[in-house]
């Protein structure tokens, strides 16, 4: 086979609780950023869907769980609904969500499907929210005895977690550009919310280390490679500041322990430091992973900006690039986004040369399509363009595997169709795809190339 796969390769898919379950205010489930959102603001929702609409999963684990089995999944990732398992964030633990999620780990191992869990995807508790969501110190150990409380109750079928996903989406999505509760536009709130989550997610895995469970922890990032317009200092200087800002402020506390110092001069610099105590640095130490996720969909194109920033605008990354339009990039037509595949092959050599070559896979990485509900005579989705893009990016995988990467495995972002955020249903990525009123599952042709692949462990062109 052209592409064959290392053993023991983890094929599968990623999605997550807030995505999937619904039965968003039942069983005992306490509010989440979200529910609290689309409760003030729908409109800001794609056709007005809301949080409660989606696949279910809540009720329909085991229909779901049959059909990973049935596409060949050996590893699943989904995540845990901290507003779920501990209503009020602090405290009392919910047993129907205790019951809920040791039935989904259990299926998951009955059909020989590894669970991957998930503490957190943007789903900040209502209950936390209220108390400055992480900006708050008090909220970084709730959510170090919430991460307690999940390794105490399923650590013994759980042996991957992981402390975040995307942990620069709520500071962006939250505190800069407005795309996520609690929807302010704040540098400085924005720094101290992304500098409390890393301590969060170091409290979470010192704790996991320290129980010597057998298993591993680690934090999933979307790493987007920053290519400058040109060679030219100016341009390469800015596209280092976007990588420093966006990826380096996660990637390098995950696998080094510390901060960058460039980052930390250039926030000093312009006063926007985040307040620190003396123990922090020792706890950021003890954060580095055993395994790293690798979310990747596009790279980030950047140039020197055009003009100079004026000095009394509020502050914010866009002081020092911008964005740049790259003629002639691909793009996808259904998404708006650029395709680069190879930018997953640099994505693993930066790591292997810069970082001491991690264990790592790939979480995400998938295709969203507006307005896919195209069934053909047969009733299926032909989407033949999602397998393009699999196995485009495959191909490059392969490469960088076989050029020494530590890269175990392989997510597909995602497997049913699912609720995303404000983008509610907009933007499709399921190999199966999902009829909301009817609940119909249907395999896209890509399942049927997932299924196929995962079985023989890699494909020919
Ligand atoms: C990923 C997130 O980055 O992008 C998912 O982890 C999200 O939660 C996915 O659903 C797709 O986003 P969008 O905006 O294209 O629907």
Redesign the pocket.
């Known amino acids: 086979m052209k592409y064959a796969f290392p053993d023991n390769f983890w094929w599968g898919s990623a999605s997550?609780a807030p995505?999937t379950e619904g039965e968003t205010l039942a069983f005992g489930k306490s509010a989440t950023i979200w529910d609290k959102w689309f409760e003030e603001q729908p409109t800001r929702f794609h056709h007005g869907v809301g949080p409660a609409n989606t696949s279910t999963f809540y009720q329909n684990w085991k229909r779901d769980i049959a059909l990973l089995k049935e596409l060949n999944h050996n590893t699943f990732r989904t995540s845990i609904s901290w507003a779920r398992l501990i209503p009020e964030g602090r405290g009392e633990v919910n047993q129907e969500a205790v019951k809920f999620y040791n039935q989904v780990f259990d299926e998951l191992h009955a059909q020989g499907i590894t669970p991957f869990i998930n503490l957190f995807?943007?789903d900040m508790p209502m209950a936390m929210q209220e108390l400055g969501g992480w900006e708050n110190r008090d909220v970084v150990t709730a959510y170090a005895e919430y991460a307690q409380t999940c390794f105490e109750l399923f650590g013994d079928r759980v042996k991957h977690w992981f402390t975040f996903?995307?942990p620069v989406?709520p500071v962006e999505g939250g505190y800069l550009y407005d795309f996520h509760y609690p929807n302010v536009v704040d540098f400085r709130r924005a720094a101290t919310v992304a500098y409390h989550t890393m301590l969060a997610h170091s409290l979470a895995v010192k704790a996991y280390h320290e129980r010597n469970d057998g298993g591993e922890i680690g934090i999933i990032l979307?790493l987007t490679p920053s290519y400058p317009r040109s060679q030219n200092p100016a341009d390469v200087k800015a596209a280092n500041i976007a990588d420093l800002m966006f990826n380096r402020s996660f990637l390098d506390p995950a696998l080094r322990g510390e901060y960058p110092q460039e980052l930390v001069a250039l926030l000093k610099e312009h006063d926007q430091l985040p307040v620190c105590q003396p123990e922090d640095k020792a706890l950021l130490a003890a954060g580095v992973v055993d395994l790293l996720g690798i979310?990747y969909?596009q790279p980030r194109r950047i140039k020197c900006r055009d003009s100079l920033v004026n000095p009394d605008s509020p502050f914010m990354p866009e002081w020092f690039f911008e964005a740049y339009e790259m003629p002639g990039r691909k793009m996808n037509p259904y998404?708006g986004w650029e395709i680069y595949e190879k930018g997953i092959y640099d994505i693993l050599t930066n790591l292997r040369e810069n970082y001491n070559n991690p264990c790592c896979y790939i979480s995400?990485n998938g295709m969203?399509v507006e307005n896919e509900q195209r069934f053909d005579e047969n009733g299926q989705i032909q989407d033949d363009y999602r397998i393009d893009f699999v196995s485009d990016h495959l191909k490059w995988l392969h490469k960088g595997i076989s050029e020494g990467s530590n890269c175990l495995g392989y997510h597909m972002?995602t497997f049913i169709d699912?609720w995303?955020?404000c983008?509610a249903y907009?933007?499709r990525?399921g190999f199966v795809s999902l009829d909301l009123a009817t609940q119909q599952r249907t395999i896209k042709k890509s399942g049927e190339w997932f299924r196929e692949t995962a079985a023989k462990n890699g494909f020919d062109d």
Do not use: A, I, L, T
Request: aromatic content about 24%.
């Open positions: 997550s995505q995807h943007f996903n995307e989406v979307n979310n969909y998404r995400e969203g972002w699912n995303s955020w983008n907009k933007n990525y």
